[in-house]
């Protein structure tokens, strides 16, 4: 079974920020975070990974906070291509995915 | 990014017979490769993990007799589905990642393999 649990979806409107919260209670020490975005009939594609405070890259920011039984992705400015399901991993040894967060982003 | 491919992208057989799918890292030495299956509108389900040059490791409820994973060299791995059956139609995603340099190295996704089995 996962370790992760996201909300099943999420809607949203162009411009918006979106954030999206990942729980990983159990998280181990040497355990990364990475979040992932899938679409539709392609395989996930990486968008971010963290081990702790504030992660930015030029597609999103990632925050954990110091417990680290935590994430949250966050996607500034969404536009309608970012519909997709979002996923967030445990990623060392692990690879077992949750069920993923389904964003829609509307006009 | 690295780059991992599959091969084919998609692929229709017929029930009882079997389909090899083919997941090569294209840029970089994959020492662990993952197999996952997607239904439609569900997550991604692993199926196992491999490491080079030794024997999967299959996820609990995972037949390894039917899918047989061979990850013989650094760039690629084979899964083939034996004696397919329409049940096991289902979107077919691998994954490589090479941790000896970086530990927190993450995995890279090949593009998917769709089997249909009449």
């Known amino acids: 079974l996962a370790k992760t649990t996201q909300p099943i979806s999420m809607d949203s409107y162009e411009g918006q920020e979106v954030n999206i919260t990942c729980s990983h209670n159990?998280?181990?020490?040497?355990?990364?975070i990475t979040w992932y975005q899938q679409f539709p009939s392609q395989g996930p594609r990486f968008i971010i990974q963290?081990?702790?405070t504030k992660v930015t890259n030029e597609v999103a920011s990632l925050f954990i906070p110091a417990d680290r039984k935590s994430s949250t992705l966050s996607l500034p400015r969404v536009s309608l291509s970012d519909t997709a399901v979002y996923y967030c991993?445990?990623?060392?040894?692990?690879?077992?995915f949750g069920a993923g967060t389904r964003l829609t982003v509307k006009p | 990014g690295a780059v991992v491919s599959q091969h084919p992208s998609w692929v229709i057989c017929k029930s009882g017979t079997s389909v090899k799918i083919e997941c090569r890292s294209l840029?970089?030495?994959?020492?662990?490769m993952f197999w996952y299956r997607q239904f439609p509108k569900q997550s991604l389900m692993l199926m196992a993990t491999?490491?080079?040059?030794?024997?999967?490791?299959?996820e609990q409820g995972v037949e390894k007799d039917k899918f047989l994973i061979n990850h013989a060299s650094l760039t690629l791995s084979t899964l083939t589905v034996t004696s397919a059956h329409p049940e096991d139609s289902s979107f077919y995603i691998c994954?490589?990642?090479?941790?000896?340099?970086?530990?927190?190295?993450?995995?890279?996704f090949g593009p998917g393999t769709r089997l249909t089995v009449l």
């Open positions: 491999s490491n080079e040059g030794s024997k999967a490791t299959y």
């Open positions: 994954s490589a990642r090479d941790r000896r340099i970086r530990p927190e190295d993450e995995q890279f």
């Open positions: 840029d970089f030495q994959a020492t662990t």
């Open positions: 991993l445990e990623d060392n040894n692990d690879m077992r």
């Open positions: 159990n998280i181990a020490t040497n355990d990364y």
């Open positions: 963290g081990y702790k």
